[in-house]
């Protein structure tokens, strides 16, 4: 009988012990993904333009850009580093 408490007793330290590591691991991933996510760069959109609409996905941020001459363009950003990918001109039919 005594086995069996000590044996319950240790398999309980081990069952907290674990849980504890695991929260600890969750939480040092989620700040470090945070972290990685963050930065600060500046979006240069030409003078008198603005802003109509944006959308995201998987890593990537698309702005639509209203042109003071009243064509729009799309400004592709990667998400991870700021840098911009490319531009994508908007034109009606002819």
């Known amino acids: 009988m005594r086995a069996l408490k000590t044996l319950v ?10 849980f504890a590591a ?17 930065f600060a760069t500046a979006i240069d959109i030409p003078r008198g333009a603005r802003l109509e609409g944006m959308a995201t996905g998987a890593d990537r941020l698309v702005l639509d850009v209203g042109l ?14 700021g840098a911009r990918l490319g531009t994508i001109e908007l034109r009606t039919a002819p």
């Open 9 to 18: 007793v240790v398999m309980g330290i081990m069952l907290i012990g674990g």
């Open 68 to 81: 003071p001459e009243g064509s729009r363009q799309l400004l592709v950003i990667d998400l991870t580093t």
């Open 22 to 38: 695991l929260v600890a691991v969750i939480a040092g991933r989620l700040s470090h993904y945070s972290a990685s996510r963050s």
